[in-house]
Structures are given as C-alpha cells and as structure tokens.
C-alpha cells in the first residue's frame, strides 16, 4: 500500500501546499537495496566523540575501520584522550572535522562511546559533543550512543547515567527525524565489547532506516575467543530458514529479504494459501509448506519436511499472526481463542517440538511481535496478550538457546504498510501511519532487514531482547 500523502508532499505542487499549510513533509527513507556489504561505510565519514572516561573507545573503532568509515574527530572536544589512544594503539588515522564551506562531504553519523559516564556534571560531555553538530547531520544521517547496560554498571552513578542516556537519545530522535535521520543506543553488557561489529553496522546502515529512538542491549555471544570478529555480510550463506506466515506482507519480504543474503526458504502458510505461497516460493527459490501453525503435530511436519532436504534449520521466523479485535466485552470465545493460539500458543508449541529434533546447534529464532503488545489497544486484549507474551517468551527461552550456541529475540513492529494495515478505516489509518518520528508507515522489508540481522550469528551477543522497528511510534514509547 502506497503512501499517498508522502508522494504528494514531494512533488512541487505538494510542497507548496505544505509549506502554506504548515504541513509535515515526511522524508524519504534511504533502504538498503542489496545484501550485506563488505564495507558500508566505504566513502563515508563518521565523527566520533566519547566521555573523557570512556572505555569502548578501541572495540569502537575497530568495528568502524572494518566497515570501512573514514575516522573523524573534533579536535577541541575534551573527551579525546580513550579515542585518540586507542586510535593510536589500532594505527588508525583521526581527521579533523572539516569546515561546513570546505567543500568537503559531510559526517554522515555521530558516534559517541558514553561507557564512562559517572555524573550528571559528566553529561555536559555529551551536549558538548552533540549540541554543536546535530544541525550539520545529512539527511539519512544516524547518531549512536554507546554505553553500558544498566545492569552492568557498576554502582549508582554508572547506573543512573547509563538511565540518563536513553532519556537523550529517545529525545534527540524526535529532532532529527524530520530529515530521515535517526538516533539508537547500544547498551553493552558484560563481555558485549566482542560483539559490536554486527549491531553497529546494522543501528549505521540503511538497513535500519525505520529503527530509531531504540535501546538494544549487547552481551557476551557464544563460544568466540578474545578479539575474533563473526561477520556480518556473508554470514547466512548457505543457511536454511522457516519462515511462517510467508505467503505475503511482512513474511514474504521477510523471506526475500533473508533469500537475499543466500538463505534456503522454507515458507510456510495456512493451506488456504497455498497459491500465493507458491508464488512468493517461486520467486526466490523457496521451499512451500501448506500447514497451519495451530496443527498438533505441526513440529513433527516441518522438522519431516527439513530434516532429509536441508539437514535441519538453522533460523526459525515466527510470523504468522492474525488480528480479530473487539471491545472485551464484546469478543466471543472463538476470537479469543483463534488468536491466542495462531499467535502464541502455536510458537510455544513449535518451538517445543523443534528443540527436540528439526533445529541445528546455533540456531536463532526471531519471533514477530506487535507495538499493541507494548502499548495495549481498546480493542486489542487477545492481540496485546500474545504479542505481550512474546517479549516474556524471548526473554524466559534466551538461556535455553544460549545453551546450545543460539538465540532467541523479537522485533515488534509498529504500522507497516500491509494488507492488514490497509484494511483499517481511513482516519485511523492515517494517525496510525503519522504518529511516529518519522511521520511515515514502516515498509515490510524495514522488518525483515531488522530480522536478517538477528538472524545472524554476527548478532551473537544480543538474545532475549524485543527490538522495535517504529519509527519510533509515540504508541507504548
Ligand atoms: P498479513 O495478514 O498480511 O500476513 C499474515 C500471514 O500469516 C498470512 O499470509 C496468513 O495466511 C498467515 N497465517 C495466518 N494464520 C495462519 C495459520 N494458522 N497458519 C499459517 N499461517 C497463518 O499480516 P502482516 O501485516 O504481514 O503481519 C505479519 C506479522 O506482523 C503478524 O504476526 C502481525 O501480528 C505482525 N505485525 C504487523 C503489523 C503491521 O502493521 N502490519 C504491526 C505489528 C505487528
């Protein structure tokens, strides 16, 4: 589904009225149009800053001269001293930053490590850093903070700054979303400084062109020596993944989207859609599975199915979900049911029997949730359970998959522009799709470039978390 209004605030015409009017103009979102590159800030800038006792400055910017960003400095600004050591001890070469009438290309991110953060005093660094700079951001343009997880601060200060920042940096995004621009915070846990790679290259591509206002959380992955870099690009070659509900919206792009990146699709959908699932599967040379998720022994089918053709799974895509919204005291047994078990009960149970036989040591799940299940809805009770329920699940099954060298996350998306969104009524459509920092409804493919990345095992450090993929929807926030 096309957005109408966004087309018209672009063409002449619809910028005049615009302007007259006083209306937003929502920016066009740069997406990534091919599979991971080896170096996607190749020819491009990155300014980085860090407190003065800043103490990720070296994984920082190890993991920025892999992707291939050239280094940028403010020489006055008073946290150098970690950044130009570690720069230093890494042989890697700082510029300046160039004046706006140089005619030299602009930063096109700000990086900031805040490990080091102890005061609130402490958090002048940060506006010193960002408040002089944030206007000359291009278009498109991303900010990431790094800091250390709350839970991995050591005492209250640390614990509180750390706090501090995702009150910045969900501020900021407002401000910079006008121009398409957007602002992330990587929490780093303990041991996380080894698994920086893959989320940095993500938070700083254009694969995470809807991501923003967001805090993701990065720990120790499984069984990697010091200083050894699992990589991103390249890192699903040769994989087979399930995907469920792939007939069409956000599961057919999830599965074009991961068939991109050299994955081997197996798509499953309800049996009534067997045809357009064999069209999705025909496109990108998947595999179809005509099964309903809800089916008793749908565990033993699929891991039937995989097992003999592709030796096992190595990521599972829940993404099959149904909505049947009504007021509670409205909603007969039957909607309740139906919904609880498509979109939970069936996970739940999938997951069971595929721990026992179809999943290969390493896999990662990712299941889809719902901003609904962040925010409730009136409306919405069966929905917001089971999407609600997700964000636990993840979280209570992350040991059970770290166990075996796996995973297990959730991205939850805001309005995407679907079928199912389409089928909304027009005024709650249009405040649906605005109410966001980016004024815009995400696309299917903003969610599967967000599952693809989870889906990795370069993602190896993040498990049990809920990423939200919203534009930073003011629902839930
Ligand atoms: P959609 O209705 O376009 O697609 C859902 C797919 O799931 C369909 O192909 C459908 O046939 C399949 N499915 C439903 N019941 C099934 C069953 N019992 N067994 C097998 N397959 C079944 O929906 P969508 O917008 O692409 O949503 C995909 C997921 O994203 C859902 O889990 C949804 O809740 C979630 N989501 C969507 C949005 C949005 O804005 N579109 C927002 C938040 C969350």
New binding site residues.
């Given amino acids: 589904m096309s957005d109408r209004y966004l087309e018209f605030a672009h063409s002449s015409y619809g910028k005049t009225v615009a302007s007259v009017l006083g209306l937003p103009t929502p920016p066009r979102l740069k997406r990534a149009s091919e599979a991971w590159a080896e170096q996607p800030m190749d020819q491009r800038y990155v300014l980085v800053g860090g407190d003065s006792g800043s103490e990720l400055a070296a994984p920082i910017l190890g993991a920025l001269s892999r992707m291939g960003a050239g280094l940028r400095i403010v020489p006055e600004h008073s946290g150098l001293g970690p950044i130009k050591a570690a720069a230093s001890t890494l042989h890697l070469k700082l510029a300046g930053n160039p004046a706006p009438e140089s005619g030299e290309p602009r930063s096109h991110a700000l990086v900031f490590d805040a490990s080091g953060l102890r005061s609130p005093e402490q958090m002048r660094e940060v506006y010193d850093f960002f408040q002089p700079l944030v206007r000359g951001l291009p278009g498109n343009g991303r900010v990431l903070i790094l800091s250390r997880a709350p839970g991995a601060a050591d005492g209250v200060a640390a614990k509180t700054m750390s706090s501090a920042l995702r009150g910045f940096i969900r501020s900021l995004a407002k401000e910079i979303g006008k121009n398409g621009s957007t602002a992330n915070l990587l929490e780093v846990s303990t041991g996380g400084q080894e698994w920086l790679d893959a989320p940095m290259r993500f938070f700083l591509s254009e694969h995470s062109a809807y991501v923003t206002g967001q805090t993701l959380e990065v720990g120790q992955g499984p069984g990697k020596g010091e200083g050894v870099t699992v990589a991103l690009p390249g890192s699903l070659n040769g994989k087979t993944a399930l995907v469920?509900?792939?007939?069409?919206?956000?599961?057919?792009?999830i599965a074009e989207v991961l068939a991109r990146e050299g994955v081997q699709i197996v798509g499953?959908?309800?049996?009534?859609?067997e045809g357009?699932?064999g069209e999705t599967m025909a496109r990108i040379g998947g595999v179809g599975l005509a099964?309903?998720?809800?089916?008793a022994d749908a565990a033993q089918r699929i891991a039937a199915e995989v097992g003999p053709r592709f030796g096992g799974l190595d990521v599972v895509v829940?993404?099959?979900?149904?909505?049947r919204d009504k007021m509670l005291r409205n909603m007969s047994p039957q909607f309740w049911d139906m919904v609880l078990?498509?979109?939970l009960g069936?996970i739940l149970r999938i997951n069971e029997g595929l721990l026992t036989e179809g999943l290969n040591d390493g896999a990662r799940i990712v299941c889809?949730?719902?901003?609904?299940g962040i925010g409730g809805n009136a409306g919405q009770t069966n929905?917001a359970s089971?999407?609600a329920g997700v964000i636990g699940y993840v979280d209570a099954m992350a040991p059970t998959l770290s166990d075996r060298g796996g995973a297990i996350n959730a991205v939850?998306?805001?309005?995407?522009?679907?079928?199912?969104?389409a089928a909304m009524p027009l005024a709650p459509r249009e405040v649906?799709r605005r109410i966001n920092s980016l004024s815009q409804?995400?696309m299917?493919q903003d969610?599967a470039e967000a599952v693809a990345f989870l889906a990795s095992p370069a993602a190896g450090g993040v498990n049990g978390r809920t990423l939200r993929v919203?534009g930073q929807n003011w629902f839930g926030a």
């Fill in positions: 469920t509900g792939a007939a069409r919206g956000i599961g057919a792009a499953m959908d309800h049996p009534s859609q357009a699932l099964l309903d998720v809800t089916a829940h993404n099959a979900g149904v909505t078990n498509i979109n069936a889809i949730s719902s901003i609904g929905y089971t999407k939850a998306p805001g309005f995407i522009e679907t079928q199912m969104t649906g409804g995400g299917p969610i919203c």
